[in-house]
Structure formats: C-alpha cells, structure tokens
C-alpha cells in the first residue's frame, strides 16, 4: 500500500519560515494532488493547501505548497511563522486500494 | 454557515456495535459526498469510508470493511456509520468531512468536531 512519510516534528523561531516534507512509498507523488491539513490540539483539522499549491480562501499566503517530482516528494512551506502557526500538519493524497492516505503528521513548535 | 455535528460516540466492549451520526447544515447536503476519518489518541488521521451524495458509491478502508457500513439519509441531512465487530484499535475520535472538488481533484472542506469513540472491556 501507498504510505506518505512526514517528519515527527520540526520547530522554528517566529518570524522564520519553515518546511515540512511529505514522502511518497512509491511512484510519483506527482502522480496525485496533495493535500495539507493543519489540526490545532483539541480541534478538527482545516485545509492549508489543496492540489499541491492552492490555498482556500482564508489561508493566508504565508502557506504555500510544492512538489518535487524527481524526489518523490511534497512540501508544505510557512514563512514568516507565528505562534498561532503552532499545530499538526498531515498530508494527504490518494491510493488505489485504500482512496485517500495521510501522512503521520508533524507536530510544528513555534518557539 | 457549513455545519457537521457528529454524534453517537461510546464507550463499548470489544465485539460490540455502536452507530455514529452527523448531522449536516448550511449547505445543499445531497450534493455532496461525504467521508468518516478517525484518528486514535495520540495518533495521526486514518481515512475510514466514503459515500457518494446518492449512495451509489461507497468505499471502505480495508481496516473496517465487512465490519463498518456507511450510509445517509438526504431527507435528514445526515450521514452514518454502523460499526460492529468493535475491536480495541477502532478506539479513536470520529469526523466526518465533506468532500469538494477543487479544479483538478477532491479534497475535504470541512470537518465535524468528532466524537469520541472507545472500544474497551
């Protein structure tokens, strides 16, 4: 089955810009669009990206999301960081068998 | 507004059956397809089913297929899901998310709060 690997955390200094990686088991990520979810402790998850790089309206463009082909992987960038940026972001993208896959999430840290 | 208000969540043993609901408002709920997406304590988000806006197509993760059922009622704005055969790894909290399409693909828009589901004796 298709699994999506994330790092388990990063962290970063406000102000800073950050990136989270999303992994591919195989094949081409690029083969399907990917999601981002942020999901703040004790909330639901809300969309930051969709189709790799478009942001629903509400997000601010501080978000932004990219696919690297060759490296099988996607990326989720968050420049200028703030404290309410502090949160789980999950990739999301698609399986034959199993329809939609998430990535096990990476716990970012605002400090 | 766009509203999804899970409910149903319990404390059940192993073996046992629990129904969930979700009640759907703001929005033109038939139009829509809907998911179940769980996510243990701890833990990160598992996809769980999906069903079309008129029932034709429904999905299941291999985890719960044959023991979950999801369905919904158009009339009611409200979707479901039957679980039985309730084992200790089903434990975890329960959304459900509506599923739009964006330009090229789908994605969820918006997610219930969840409800709590635990499986334990």
């Known amino acids: 089955n298709f699994m999506l690997t994330q790092p388990h955390s990063v962290s970063e200094s406000p102000g800073k810009t950050v990136t989270i990686s999303c992994t591919g088991s195989?094949?081409?990520?690029?083969?399907?669009?990917v999601q981002w979810y942020q999901q703040r402790p004790g909330s639901a998850p809300t969309t930051v990206i969709y189709e790799n790089n478009q942001r629903p309206s509400g997000v601010p463009d501080r978000f932004s999301g990219s696919i690297d082909s060759s490296s099988k992987s996607a990326s989720l960038t968050i420049s200028g960081l703030k404290t309410e940026d502090e949160a789980d972001y999950y990739c999301q993208s698609y399986d034959s068998t199993n329809l939609w896959v998430f990535g096990g999430g990476t716990k970012l840290t605002v400090l | 507004e766009v509203q999804l208000v899970e409910s149903g969540g319990a404390l059940v043993q192993p073996g046992g059956s629990l129904r969930l609901s979700c009640a759907a408002s703001g929005f033109t709920f038939s139009n829509y397809s809907m998911n179940w997406v769980r996510q243990a304590p701890g833990k990160g988000l598992e996809w769980v089913s999906y069903?079309?806006?008129?029932?034709?197509?429904?999905y299941y993760a291999d985890s719960v297929t044959g023991r979950f059922t999801i369905s919904r009622d158009n009339a009611k704005t409200s979707l479901y899901l039957q679980m039985n055969s309730l084992r200790d790894e089903d434990t975890a909290v329960y959304y459900c998310a509506r599923r739009v399409r964006g330009t090229y693909s789908y994605y969820f828009d918006y997610w219930g709060q969840g409800t709590l589901v635990t499986v334990s004796s």
């Open positions: 195989s094949g081409s990520i690029a083969s399907n669009y």
């Open positions: 069903i079309s806006g008129r029932s034709s197509s429904i």
